[in-house]
């Protein structure tokens, strides 16, 4: 069976499982066309108006051709909207036909707590570690002792999942630049941004920014795990996103 009619088979099955769903013609050209793009290892642009359902036309071939893919947007709510919703979505609709996939959303290094910043601002608040902090019982008030708190709570370390607003994130984050690597950190073997590349190894379908997939090519591919192809959703944001990551200023 071709990819293509895979793909087409797959998005029978994820369509059935969505309430009032149908196939669009134009998801079907775009699937189609992807489908045969990965087949013969090409190039290809599209352009899909509203209401094309275009994540499911590129989703669903690369979950079909089992291949490592990288999807990139330009956005963190299209990026959250693919590995909150989207992603799952597919993942339970498929389960009945014994297809699986593996997927998660990565980001920059500065949306994720830094476990050694957070333990320089637990010793600045007078308590030597979380455990210190843990032994005591009473509820976590000030804004470290809740960020504590969350931070043996949460499997993700992101910001975009915490539960309250912090007066400056930057007392608690790095960046790739002030990152002295997993292994010069004391606290590398705990790193939520380490956790989140060794679970991209693992994946399938790996969701990334286009400021975080410049970056990857910026360093000589040496962020992302190797991949077999790519698509960049919001691809109009695409040039100058590469620009500020790939190019040079000069000045006269």
Known sequence: MSLAADSKKLLDVVVAAKDGGHRRDGQVEMLTAVSDAIDERRHLMVEAGTGTGKSFGYLI????????????TATKSL???LGDRDLPFIREALAPTGRSF????????SSYLCQSLL???LAEAGHSDQSDLFAVEEEPSTEVELVAAWAEETD????DSLPFEVKDWADYSVSGMECPGRVACPEGD?????KAHDRAEDADVIVVNHHL???HLAAESSILPEHKFVVFDEAHRLEDTMASTLGAELAG
């Open 61 to 72: 071939p690369a979950i079909a051709s089992g291949e490592k893919v990288v999807i990139s």
């Open 79 to 81: 990026q959250d909207q």
């Open 102 to 109: 593996k997927s998660v959303v990565i980001k920059g290094r």
């Open 119 to 121: 333990k320089e601002r």
């Open 156 to 159: 993700i370390g992101d910001r």
């Open 190 to 194: 705990i790193c939520f941004a380490f």
């Open 213 to 215: 997939y410049g970056t």
